[in-house]
């Protein structure tokens, strides 16, 4: 092969190995849950975005009791407060006794770290999952039939069957592609 020729081929490989400036820029997947409380009043807000392998989250919350509250993923996208939020169905990936981040048998794929209200009532908190994804797979909280965001009562000891000891349901949000 002529030298012009290979080097012409070398090119053509090269261009067609770089990514587009549109893949680059392409934005990440979001989503997001307004919170409310027993009595139906928003009680925050939740962000969602997806990362190359997992899920950050983002929870901020106002009105609430000062502590430590379970915060978990459910499995179905409805938040029904005269029905004590359990139209929001189990955690996301539900399985027999593996409920807990710090259970051998788990976790499951909706469990994640608890959430710190403060004496004002205001509570924040961030992190990250691998068990869920925005876009795809089993546990895809955008799936047909939804998933929630359900804050407890108390908090998650992250062992305890079925719920870790988290108590009542005591708000809620649908979580919806933003
Ligand atoms: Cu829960």
Redesign the pocket.
């Known amino acids: 092969m002529p030298r012009s020729v290979l080097a012409t081929a070398l090119t053509v490989a090269l261009l067609s190995a770089t990514p587009t400036l549109a893949e680059e820029a392409a934005p990440p997947e979001m989503a997001k849950a307004t919170l409310i409380n027993t009595d139906g009043e928003e009680a925050g807000m939740a962000t969602l975005t997806q990362g190359p392998s997992g899920v950050l989250i983002h929870v901020k919350v106002e009105g609430l009791t000062p502590g430590k509250h379970?915060l978990?993923l459910?499995a179905h996208g409805v938040c029904e407060p005269h029905e004590g939020f359990k139209t929001a169905k189990g955690?996301v990936g539900k399985v027999p006794g593996g409920h807990g981040l710090l259970n051998p048998e788990g976790p499951e794929p909706?469990d994640i770290p608890n959430i710190f209200v403060g004496a004002d009532g205001v509570g924040e908190m961030e992190a990250f999952t691998s068990l869920v994804s925005l876009v795809e797979g089993p546990n895809n909280l955008l799936d047909e039939d939804g998933s929630t965001f359900?804050l407890?009562e108390d908090a998650d000891d992250h062992l305890t069957q079925p719920?870790g000891g988290?108590g009542a349901?005591v708000a809620c949000g649908v979580i919806e592609a933003d």
């Open positions: 379970g978990h459910h955690h909706g359900i407890h719920i988290a349901r």
